[in-house]
């Protein structure tokens, strides 16, 4: 199949480019542009980095636009009132030609460059370059669901669970090692229904932890930990902010899906321990795959 790029509007509605519009080329669907901060020692003859973030990721797609018995400035008009519905934000897809499909959110960018006209074999076209920025960079492949095998009580469940799973234990602790794909750092949503009391939640690849110990989740209390960028939340269905009940050392920021280099292949071990559970006691660890480039 070959590679196709789907825009979206915040309502879901595809947004169609068909004939007389044509998308000759785009570019800005590779690695975004660094933004390095520098450090100069008087020891050193050069620069050293101190930190790397990402700027902002430039999409532009070159249209090519016949008039197809209309005049071009109605042509233009038409593109600019389809134009007019990227002002708040799209939703970008990305389906490469091996099947996977790649997802950013973006908007409307700079004001678009001067027409280009010509002419091909009699036909007037004239080229237009749109462009679009994602101020987040990164591409979202998979969501997934974490599943890892079971150990409870004396007993142990030498089979893969996956959650949200059913406990019939009163002790949960499980341990287990899953490789993540993604070329960056994904920011899970974990979800825990009561009862569940001293729950502990590590990331023992990266030395993280949520420790939620020193509160009782009641039976059918709903405890979510919000770990994306820009959220970071621990809510109660029943409680509400849950932030004062972590312990002081819990990494609440930066407790995350680790990508290769750290730790090393991506293998990221996830500990879970909690007391007090019953077989109305389940887990939910969702997160979407990052990536910086598609």
């Known amino acids: 199949m070959p590679n196709t790029i789907t825009i979206k509007d915040i309502t879901g509605r595809t947004l169609t480019l068909s004939q007389p519009f044509r998308v000759s ?10 933004r390095n901060i520098l450090q100069r020692s008087i020891y050193r003859a ?31 008009d038409e593109l600019n009132a389809y134009l007019a519905q990227l002002r708040a934000g799209v939703r970008v897809f990305y389906d490469r030609e091996d099947g996977r499909r790649f997802e950013t959110t973006a908007r409307l960018g700079s004001e678009i460059p001067g027409h280009r006209s010509g002419q091909d074999g009699g036909t007037t076209w004239q080229r237009i370059v749109l462009s679009m920025v994602a101020d987040d960079p990164w591409w979202f492949g998979d969501s997934h669901l974490w599943s890892f095998a079971v150990a409870a009580g004396s007993g142990n469940w030498a089979f893969p669970l996956p959650f949200p799973m059913g406990f019939g234990a ?3 602790d499980a341990r287990e090692t899953r490789r993540y794909a ?17 729950m502990v939640i590590t990331n023992e690849s990266l030395d993280l932890k ?9 039976a059918g209390e709903v405890v979510t930990f919000n770990l994306r960028e820009d959220y970071k939340t621990v809510i109660s269905s029943t409680a ?34 909690l007391e007090d559970a019953t077989n109305e006691t389940t887990i939910q660890v969702t997160y979407r795959e990052r990536y910086m480039s598609a």
């Open 25 to 34: 080329a785009y570019s800005g669907f590779g690695f975004p542009a660094p």
């Open 46 to 76: 050069g620069h050293k980095t101190v930190h790397t973030s990402w700027e902002g990721r430039v999409m532009t797609l070159t249209l090519e636009v016949t008039p197809g018995g209309l005049t071009l400035a109605a042509r233009r």
């Open 170 to 172: 009163s002790i949960i």
């Open 182 to 198: 993604g070329q960056h750092d994904a920011f899970p949503v974990i979800t825990v229904m009561g009862p569940a009391d001293a």
């Open 210 to 218: 949520l420790d939620l110990s020193a509160y009782t989740i009641a």
């Open 240 to 273: 509400g902010s849950l932030i004062h009940e972590l312990s002081e050392d819990s990494d609440l920021g930066f407790w995350r899906i680790g990508a290769h280099p750290y730790p090393s292949q991506g293998d990221n071990t996830i500990h879970v321990y």
